[in-house]
């Protein structure tokens, strides 16, 4: 069965560091990959997604993330991290056109000053 | 993207009573989802919602407790029946848009007493 993993639950980051959260899928062919940012107390917004192409993808806010066909993975980075980046980011896998998204449990991120 | 709203945002209400959450779209879509987002876990797909048919539900969500309409193609409701404190979670409504991306709502805080 498809799946998603998040290995860090949470991380925390000094302000104006660098930041990379991982996401690896399980899927046998190329997936649709989403990462998704929730606020507290807000919905989930849609950061970037990649379907095909370039495997380095830019999303808003400064993030960007890269495609490894090689790892399974679909890592998030952003190069300096500002204080309203503290959130959950969820990482999700789409299998088919159309069909609904498996999310991974979330990373939580606080970041430090 | 689909400016999506949901109502209530939030709510509290006693166990054994029912609530219907309401999700509209500022513009057509086909295709809309339900996910549930227990405390401090990821989203769970409820259903899929399509205009005219009947809801696809996901395995461990019966339609007797989360009945979904789905009237046309800019609203869809939630009901969410006989209550218990298990049903203490995030309701996100969700709907397809272009390239096959999904964009959230804001969410409905249920607490059940």
């Known amino acids: 069965a498809q799946s998603v993993t998040q290995p860090d639950i949470h991380i925390t980051v000094s302000e104006g560091a660098s930041l990379e959260l991982r996401c690896n899928y399980s899927?046998?062919?190329?997936?649709?990959l989403f990462w998704y940012v929730q606020s507290p107390g807000q919905g989930l917004q849609l950061l970037l997604k990649?379907?095909?192409?370039?495997?380095l993808v830019q999303g808003i806010k400064g993030f960007e993330a890269e495609f490894k066909r090689s790892q399974s993975s679909f890592n998030l980075r952003k190069p300096s991290v500002h204080w309203s980046d503290a959130a959950e980011y969820f990482c999700a896998v789409g299998t088919q056109a159309g069909t609904a998204l498996i999310f991974g449990k979330g990373t939580t991120l606080s970041v430090s000053s | 993207s689909a400016v999506i709203s949901q109502k209530p945002s939030r709510d509290i209400c006693q166990r054994g009573t029912s609530l219907t959450i309401q999700c509209q779209v500022d513009?057509?879509?086909?295709?809309m989802f339900w996910y549930r987002q227990q405390p401090g876990q990821s989203l769970t797909l409820i259903a899929t919602?399509?205009?005219?048919?009947?809801?696809?539900?996901e395995s461990g969500f019966v339609i007797d407790k989360f009945p979904i309409s789905r009237p046309n193609l800019t609203f869809s409701t939630l009901t969410v029946s006989n209550m218990s404190p298990e049903d203490s979670s995030i309701y996100l409504c969700?709907?397809?848009?272009?390239?096959?991306?999904?964009?959230f709502g804001p969410g409905t805080r249920l607490l059940v007493l």
């Open positions: 919602a399509n205009q005219g048919s009947e809801a696809t539900y």
């Open positions: 990649y379907f095909s192409g370039d495997t």
């Open positions: 513009s057509q879509v086909t295709m």
């Open positions: 899927y046998g062919a190329t997936p649709y």
């Open positions: 969700s709907v397809l848009q272009e390239q096959e991306t999904q964009y």
